[in-house]
T-cell receptor, first 114, second 111 residues
Framework: DGGITQSPKYLFRKEGQNVTLSCEQNLNHDAMYWYRQDPGQGLRLIYYSQIVNDFQKGDIAEGYSVSREKKESFPLTVTSAQKNPTAFYLC?????????????FGQGTRLTVV | AQRVTQPEKLLSVFKGAPVELKCNYSYSGSPELFWYVQYSRQRLQLLLRHISRESIKGFTADLNKGETSFHLKKPFAQEEDSAMYYCALNENSGGYQKVTFGTGTKLQVIP
């Protein structure tokens, strides 16, 4: 069953702690993305990656870090430097080299800082 | 820089009424535009793409390069159309693909 999987679905973190959100895909997609979804602000791009061992900052990368050691995996770390980390995080993937192809999304992780 | 603008945060229409969700874009290249939909408790998914010029669930969207618009339309709204709708733009440059989304419009269809 092909798709993109995010885990966990809900995550609680104490202030000052780092936390890592998992994103795995078995679609053989080259490109992967992390977005943050806040009410009234739509989806804002945090980081994106086109190939293994390469990634680019999106529009709101401060306080976040990523890695792309495997094609299938693109974990996002929310660091203590992120001022307002409570949000819904979405991971997506797409075939990089095919024009006019859509992104496929995971079900999201809701992070709450307590 | 690319930008996608959806001016309405909320659009409420009665069942059977026409629907138009607005989307304007700013992009120097040849645009690849999409509409995504997020139903309650479901993952974000593709609704339609401009290149296909298709009708999905009764929705259509025409790319107007002169007005830089890609509005989503449906002649008769149904209750099951109630959802969040996002307009999105693919940018392909220098081997990188980046997807930018608008802020979304919540469509509420009143029975």
């Amino acid at each position: 069953d092909g798709g993109i999987t995010q885990s966990p679905k809900y995550l609680f973190r104490k202030e000052g702690q780092n936390v890592t959100l998992s994103c795995e895909q078995n679609l053989n997609h080259d490109a992967m993305y992390w977005y943050r979804q806040d009410p009234g602000q739509g989806l804002r791009l945090i980081y994106y990656s086109q190939i293994v061992n390469d990634f680019q900052k999106g529009d709101i990368a401060e306080g976040y870090s990523v890695s792309r050691e495997k094609k299938e995996s693109f974990p996002l770390t929310v660091t203590s430097a992120q001022k307002n980390p409570t949000a819904f995080y979405l991971c997506a993937s797409s075939p990089r080299t095919v024009a006019n192809t859509e992104a496929f999304f995971g079900q999201g992780t809701r992070l709450t800082v307590v | 820089a690319q930008r996608v603008t959806q001016p309405e945060k909320l659009l409420s229409v009665f069942k059977g009424a026409p629907v138009e969700l607005k989307c304007n874009y700013s992009y120097s290249g040849s645009p690849e535009l999409f509409w995504y939909v997020q139903y309650s408790r479901q993952r974000l998914q593709l609704l339609l793409r401009h290149i296909s010029r298709e009708s999905i669930k009764g929705f259509t969207a025409d790319l107007n390069k002169g007005e830089t618009s890609f509005h989503l339309k449906k002649p008769f709204a149904q209750e099951e159309d109630s959802a969040m709708y996002y307009c999105a733009l693919n940018e392909n440059s220098g081997g990188y693909q980046k997807v930018t989304f608008g802020t979304g419009t919540k469509l509420q269809v009143i029975p």
